[in-house]
């Protein structure tokens, strides 16, 4: 994935589909946040679109994200080229 891909919402999943229905990520700009798109294990569609973290930092090459975890902040950091693109019908 491409940092445009990203930053224009793209949805994507961290290191690859593990299994059907697997959960897909997408940048929301005006929140400034990702957002987890719950998928049914049947046909892919969306089930739910919740949050999922704030993206406080963007660079050349990947993203920070973080969350809070009953009371302990959960920091993330992600490369642009370890997201894989969600494909409907793959």
Known sequence: ?????FLSGVQ???GGK???????YSYNESAECIMRQSRSSIDERV????????VPK???T???????????????RY???DLVIFEQGV
């Open 12 to 14: 994507f999943y961290v």
């Open 58 to 60: 963007i660079t050349k």
């Open 47 to 54: 089930v739910m679109d919740e949050y999922e973290c704030n």
């Open 79 to 81: 490369k642009f080229e």
């Open 62 to 76: 990947g993203f920070t994200g973080f969350t809070y975890v009953m009371k302990k902040k959960v920091v993330v």
């Open 1 to 5: 994935m491409t940092k445009q891909q």
């Open 18 to 24: 593990s299994y059907n229905g697997a959960s897909t």
